[in-house]
C-alpha cells in the first residue's frame, strides 16, 4: 500500500513539475514578444504627372468688335491643372494665340507664325496667373491685340463665311510634359469704315475766292480702317455757310478721279449720301495704309457776300464686294 501512496504522489509531483515549466516557457514567449521590435523602411517613387490645359476660352465666347484704324485687346482664357502641385508649373512655358481656324496649322502650336490677318500671339507682359487652387490649380489670362484688318468670319464675311475664330493654349511642366487644348469657336465681326486723313478742304487755299470764281482742285485722302472692301459715299452735313447766310451745297463738286474740273467730269454734292461711281478700297492686308483720294471743286455763286464760310462733308463706308 505505501508503494502505490509514493507511486501516486510521484505521479502529482511529475504533473505539477510539467505544469511550472510549461508556465515558464510561455512566459518567456510572452516576455520575449512583448519587449522585441524592429523597424521596416519604406519607399515610394512619384512620377512625373502631364498638365493638363482646360476651359479655353477667346473673348469670353462672344463675337469680335474689332475698332477702326486701330488695334483692340482681347482675353484669352484658360486653366493649368498638375497634379504634382502648381509648383511644378512652368508659367514662363506657357503659350497662347487666337487665330482663324483656316490657319490653325501656323497658329495653334507652341512656335506659330504669326500673321496681322489670321494669327495673333499673346503679348507676354499683359499675361495674369490666379493663386494656386486646390494644390494643383491657377488659372491664366493672357491678352492679344487684334488689327482693324483682321480677318472676317462668319456668314456676313465674303470671303471666310465658312472659317470662325479659335484661341489655343498650352502649358508645360518642370519636366517639360505638356499638353494644349482649344477654345469654341466666335467670330470676329465684318467692319467697314474709313478715315479720312485730310483734316479739311481748304477751297480758299491757293487765295480768296471772288464771286463767280471756282476753286482749283482740292485733295481728299481716304484710307480704309476696317476688314471689308468699302465704296464711298458723300453728303454735305452742314452746307458752307456763315451766320444765316450759305452756299448751295450744289456749288461743292467731287470727282473720283484726278484731272476733272467742276465743268466736266465731277458730280455735285448733295445733302444724302450718294455712292461716289469709281471709288473702291480694298481690304487691307498690313498695316501699310490703303487709301486713295476724291478731288474737289467749289464754285462761288455770283452775288454771294464776302465773309468766311464754314461747313462739314461727311464721308461714309459702304460695304463692297
Same mark, same amino acid.
Given at each position: @500500500? @505505501? =508503494?502505490?501512496?509514493?507511486?501516486?504522489?510521484?505521479?502529482i +509531483?511529475?504533473?505539477?513539475?510539467?505544469?511550472?515549466l510549461i508556465?515558464?516557457?510561455?512566459a518567456?514567449?510572452?516576455?520575449?514578444?512583448? #519587449?522585441a521590435?524592429?523597424t521596416?523602411s519604406?519607399?515610394?517613387?512619384?512620377?512625373?504627372?502631364?498638365p493638363?490645359?482646360?476651359?479655353?476660352? &477667346?473673348?469670353? +465666347?462672344s463675337?469680335i468688335?474689332?475698332?477702326p !484704324?486701330?488695334?483692340?485687346?482681347?482675353?484669352?482664357n484658360?486653366?493649368?491643372?498638375d497634379? !504634382?502641385?502648381?509648383a511644378?508649373?512652368?508659367?514662363n512655358? @506657357?503659350?497662347?494665340?487666337a487665330?482663324r481656324?483656316?490657319?490653325?496649322?501656323?497658329?495653334?502650336?507652341?512656335?506659330p507664325?504669326?500673321?496681322n490677318t489670321?494669327?495673333?500671339?499673346?503679348?507676354? =507682359?499683359?499675361?495674369?496667373?490666379s493663386?494656386?487652387?486646390? =494644390?494643383?490649380?491657377?488659372?491664366?489670362t493672357?491678352?492679344?491685340?487684334?488689327?482693324?484688318f483682321?480677318?472676317?468670319?462668319?456668314n456676313?464675311?465674303s470671303?471666310?463665311?465658312?472659317?470662325?475664330?479659335? #484661341?489655343?493654349?498650352?502649358a508645360?511642366d518642370?519636366?517639360?510634359a505638356s499638353?494644349?487644348?482649344?477654345s469654341?469657336s466666335?467670330?470676329?465681326?465684318?467692319?467697314?469704315?474709313?478715315?479720312?486723313?485730310?483734316?479739311?478742304i481748304?477751297?480758299?487755299s491757293?487765295?480768296? &475766292?471772288?464771286?463767280?470764281? /471756282? =476753286?482749283?482742285?482740292?485733295?481728299?485722302?481716304t484710307t480704309n #480702317?476696317?476688314?471689308?472692301?468699302t465704296?464711298?459715299?458723300?453728303?454735305?452735313?452742314?452746307?458752307?455757310?456763315?451766320g /444765316?447766310?450759305?452756299?448751295?451745297? +450744289?456749288?461743292?463738286h467731287y470727282?473720283t478721279?484726278?484731272?476733272? *474740273?467742276?465743268? #466736266?467730269?465731277?458730280?455735285a454734292?448733295?445733302d444724302?449720301?450718294?455712292?461716289?461711281t469709281?471709288?473702291? &478700297? &480694298?481690304?487691307?492686308?498690313?498695316t501699310?495704309s490703303v487709301? /486713295?483720294?476724291t $478731288?474737289?471743286?467749289?464754285?462761288?455763286?455770283?452775288?454771294?457776300n464776302?465773309?468766311? $464760310?464754314?461747313?462739314? !462733308?461727311?464721308? *461714309?463706308?459702304?460695304w463692297?464686294?
Amino acid at each position: @500500500m @505505501m =508503494s502505490h501512496k509514493n507511486s501516486g504522489l510521484a505521479y502529482i +509531483g511529475v504533473v505539477l513539475l510539467s505544469a511550472v515549466l510549461i508556465l515558464a516557457v510561455f512566459a518567456g514567449f510572452s516576455t520575449a514578444f512583448g #519587449a522585441a521590435s524592429s523597424t521596416v523602411s519604406t519607399t515610394v517613387t512619384v512620377g512625373n504627372a502631364t498638365p493638363t490645359v482646360t476651359s479655353v476660352s &477667346l473673348n469670353n +465666347g462672344s463675337a469680335i468688335v474689332l475698332t477702326p !484704324n486701330a488695334t483692340t485687346s482681347f482675353n484669352i482664357n484658360y486653366t493649368v491643372s498638375d497634379n !504634382n502641385g502648381c509648383a511644378d508649373i512652368n508659367t514662363n512655358n @506657357m503659350t497662347s494665340t487666337a487665330f482663324r481656324n483656316g490657319d490653325s496649322s501656323n497658329c495653334a502650336k507652341p512656335s506659330p507664325t504669326t500673321s496681322n490677318t489670321s494669327c495673333y500671339l499673346f503679348i507676354s =507682359s499683359t499675361r495674369t496667373t490666379s493663386t494656386c487652387q486646390a =494644390s494643383v490649380t491657377i488659372n491664366v489670362t493672357d491678352t492679344v491685340q487684334i488689327y482693324y484688318f483682321a480677318d472676317s468670319t462668319g456668314n456676313n464675311s465674303s470671303t471666310f463665311s465658312t472659317d470662325h475664330w479659335e #484661341a489655343y493654349a498650352t502649358a508645360h511642366d518642370a519636366s517639360d510634359a505638356s499638353s494644349s487644348a482649344t477654345s469654341t469657336s466666335v467670330d470676329i465681326n465684318v467692319l467697314t469704315a474709313v478715315n479720312v486723313t485730310t483734316s479739311s478742304i481748304n477751297y480758299s487755299s491757293a487765295g480768296n &475766292l471772288s464771286a463767280s470764281s /471756282t =476753286s482749283p482742285q482740292q485733295n481728299a485722302t481716304t484710307t480704309n #480702317a476696317g476688314n471689308s472692301t468699302t465704296s464711298l459715299q458723300l453728303y454735305a452735313l452742314q452746307t458752307l455757310a456763315t451766320g /444765316t447766310i450759305s452756299i448751295a451745297t +450744289g456749288s461743292q463738286h467731287y470727282a473720283t478721279t484726278t484731272g476733272q *474740273s467742276f465743268d #466736266a467730269g465731277s458730280v455735285a454734292l448733295t445733302d444724302t449720301p450718294v455712292t461716289a461711281t469709281g471709288f473702291k &478700297l &480694298l481690304t487691307p492686308t498690313a498695316t501699310n495704309s490703303v487709301g /486713295t483720294s476724291t $478731288y474737289w471743286f467749289l464754285n462761288v455763286p455770283a452775288g454771294t457776300n464776302q465773309d468766311t $464760310y464754314t461747313g462739314t !462733308n461727311v464721308f *461714309s463706308p459702304k460695304w463692297s464686294q
